[in-house]
């Protein structure tokens, strides 16, 4: 027996057994139990780093432990490879982004197989292809016809650099955490899920997840935000027209308001701000308003204007 474990000799020799015997390829097996294993597909960004390896080697234990126990396990693996990433790598190479992300699909499954991950190959799956990405069209599809997708006019973070709408936690202090460039709010005709239909049903099946950790389970609640209490119309002085509708948890102590607020994204902000007559220092107020982003805006430790 040699000293030291070779790897070279050892892995590719097994490596091969394993593809020529088909060894994690994948048939049903009626009466033998089912398991099914996946970890996050990766996304296609040029080659595995060493936070691949951790993450796919824990997903690839689990496989063999459960296949060893008798399971029918399956293990398939896929490229999460659609987005702007790829395209603004494609623009600073000046090649195609189809070109850019096969090219790394290549590397990076040419990567797996030197570790030795046990994927049934057979069912790879990139969802930048026409054959996956039918399907999230016919689901949306599905969504459509049930009127649980929708357009409005909504308020979002625009980066002028990228190209693109930014999520509220991707704005730093009224910048772009990817090019830190001066991030623009702006109205946008947008696609909406009505995900609210499902709050209820979402919130108390939380309660029958199994072995999930409670804060996992928290965030989710507080994400929800279920919060049971009262609307409220506020009629607005010389306006007939016009009013603003509030929610309260606490409607006892609404004969204590004294002054309401509204945030800079409220449609009525945003009629006002279209109306000539309005004072230039409302326009500036909320422009700068605007620019801290929600994040910024709602944080502890910044400073009310
Ligand atoms: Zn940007």
Redesign the pocket.
């Known amino acids: 027996m040699k000293e030291r474990y070779d790897f070279e000799e050892i892995e590719t020799k097994w490596q091969k057994r394993w593809d020529e015997t088909s060894q994690f390829v994948v048939k049903e097996e009626p009466g033998k139990p089912k398991y099914y294993v996946l970890e996050m597909l990766p996304y296609p960004s040029g080659a595995l780093h060493i936070g691949h390896v951790r993450n796919y080697s824990l997903g690839d234990a689990v496989a063999r432990f459960k296949r060893m126990q008798g399971f029918n396990v399956l293990h398939p693996i896929g490229w999460d490879a659609f987005g702007l990433p790829a395209e603004n790598a494609a623009i600073k190479r000046n090649t195609h982004p189809e070109t850019w992300t096969l090219s790394n699909i290549a590397t990076m499954k040419e990567q797996c197989l030197r570790m030795g991950w046990s994927y049934d190959w057979t069912r790879e799956i990139a969802s930048c292809t026409p054959e996956y990405y039918r399907w999230n069209q016919w689901f949306f599809l599905q969504m459509y016809e049930r009127d649980l997708a929708y357009r409005r006019k909504g308020t979002v973070n625009w980066?002028e650099?990228?190209q693109?709408v930014?999520a509220n936690e991707q704005v730093v202090n009224g910048r772009?955490w990817?090019?830190d460039?001066s991030?623009v709010v702006k109205d946008l005709e947008q696609w909406y899920f009505r995900i609210t239909n499902y709050s209820d049903e979402l919130l108390v099946d939380l309660d029958l997840l199994e072995g999930w950790p409670e804060k996992v389970k928290t965030m989710q609640r507080n994400w929800i935000g279920r919060s049971v209490g009262a609307r409220v119309r506020f009629p607005v002085v010389g306006d007939q027209n016009c009013s603003i509708d509030i929610f309260t948890t606490r409607l006892d102590t609404i004969f204590g308001a004294t002054f309401l607020v509204l945030a800079p994204e409220h449609e009525l902000v945003s009629s006002w701000l279209d109306d000539p007559k309005m004072d230039v220092r409302f326009y500036n107020f909320v422009t700068k308003i605007r620019r801290q982003g929600k994040v910024t805006r709602e944080a502890e430790e910044t400073e009310k204007d």
Request: contains cysteine; charged residues 30%.
């Open positions: 980066c650099k990228c693109t930014l772009c990817r090019d460039s991030v």
